[in-house]
Nanobody, 124 residues
Framework: VQLQASGGGSVQTGGFLRLPCAAS????????MGWFGQTPGKEREFVAA?????????AYADSAKARFTISKDNSKNTVYLQMNSLKSDDEAVYYC?????????????????WGQGTQVTVSS
């Protein structure tokens, strides 16, 4: 599967963005889509994930809870990351990644598929 993240941009502190991640094909149940953020010189860090099944269970990094929401639109083969109340610490390149199974994984090396990232810049 090919993944394409988009929707990044420059916003002020407190602003919002919605990042779509479009998949090249239907991703069936028992797969997990995750979002990771990467800043220069650091490894990608887990932000949020959603299990693609009837329950659509979600998981978030502590830094993302209450501000970010991950969701999916099956009709568009797209997963979204709604980012609200953005802070300077959120500034990063964001990648969407995919893995099989139904157990959350919080490290990028657990996800064999990812696409180009999208830059989020937050200014005061």
């Amino acid at each position: 599967v090919q993944l394409q993240a988009s929707g990044g941009g420059s916003v002020q502190t407190g602003g919002f963005l919605r990042l779509p991640c479009a998949a090249s094909k239907v991703i069936s149940d028992n797969h997990i889509m995750g979002w990771f953020g990467q800043t220069p010189g650091k490894e990608r860090e887990f932000v949020a994930a959603i299990i693609l099944n009837s329950d659509d269970n979600t998981a978030y990094a502590d830094s993302a809870k209450a501000r970010f929401t991950i969701s999916k639109d099956n009709s568009k083969n797209t997963v979204y990351l709604q980012m609200n109340s953005l802070k300077s610490d959120d500034e990063a390149v964001y990648y969407c990644e995919e893995r099989g199974g139904s157990r959350y994984a919080y490290y990028t090396y657990h996800y064999p598929f990812w696409g180009q990232g999208t830059q989020v810049t937050v200014s005061s």
